[in-house]
T-cell receptor, first 117, second 109 residues
Framework: DTEVTQTPKHLVMGMTNKKSLKCEQHMGHRAMYWYKQKAKKPPELMFVYSYEKLSINESVPSRFSPECPNSSLLNLHLHALQPEDSALYLC????????????????FGPGTRLTVL | KNEVEQSPQNLTAQEGEFITINCSYSVGISALHWLQQHPGGGIVSLFMLSSGKKKHGRLIATINIQEKHSSLHITASHPRDSAVYICAVRGGATNKLIFGTGTLLAVQP
């Protein structure tokens, strides 16, 4: 299995809803990432987990809450989002420790298209 | 000035043409990635390079570490190659991926 899967593909939520995005990989990768991508812009890094521990938080608002229950799963819990949070949310994974320089190729999932009303 | 610059920003080609997309970067890197993203879609990793040249099918990627420059070439282009091509480098002070702004390619039949 050489892919990263994300569910759901599309999500529409209101500003008072609580929802979660899910990401899964079975490549034995120990680093997992959440990115946010607005239309016609490159992805922006949000969070990095390395060996199931949060290693990077790019000053993301607390209405986004990541969780890594095990080495194959990565969740992004959403609460009280704003319309400007509407975007494509991409998950990625790579082999190893992100703090070690090396050739860690990132494999991206298909993304979740989120619309906040 | 962005740490990763791509050119051109937009490119229209006729089917069968040879296409080149360029990427220049200003930071020290451990690897450079070429990524493909179809409209509204996820990202596919095409190549990861740290030196030299790689080829996969009709795609060729080269990197010149001394000049801090990489090129992505598409031979015999096809309308299904229409997508955004993103150059991203791993390195700099944080070792995170730094993305270019992408090149929107449209291949017309």
């Amino acid at each position: 299995d050489t892919e990263v899967t994300q569910t759901p593909k599309h999500l529409v939520m209101g500003m008072t809803n609580k929802k979660s995005l899910k990401c899964e990989q079975h490549m034995g990768h120990r680093a997992m990432y959440w990115y946010k991508q607005k239309a016609k812009k490159p992805p922006e890094l949000m969070f990095v987990y390395s060996y199931e521990k949060l290693s990077i938080n790019e000053s993301v608002p607390s209405r986004f809450s990541p969780e890594c229950p095990n080495s194959s799963l990565l969740n992004l819990h959403l609460h009280a989002l704003q319309p400007e949070d509407s975007a494509l949310y991409l998950c990625a994974s790579s082999q190893g420790n992100t703090r070690i320089r090396g050739n860690n190729e990132q494999f991206f999932g298909p993304g979740t298209r989120l619309t906040v009303l | 000035k962005n740490e990763v610059e791509q050119s051109p920003q937009n490119l229209t080609a006729q089917e069968g043409e040879f296409i080149t997309i360029n990427c220049s970067y200003s930071v020290g890197i451990s690897a450079l990635h070429w990524l493909q993203q179809h409209p509204g879609g996820g990202i596919v990793s095409l190549f990861m390079l740290s030196s030299g040249k790689k080829k996969h099918g009709r795609l060729i990627a080269t990197i010149n570490i001394q000049e801090k420059h990489s090129s992505l070439h598409i031979t015999a282009s096809h309308p299904r190659d229409s997508a955004v091509y993103i150059c991203a480098v791993r390195g700099g002070a944080t070792n995170k991926l730094i993305f270019g702004t992408g090149t929107l390619l449209a291949v017309q039949p």
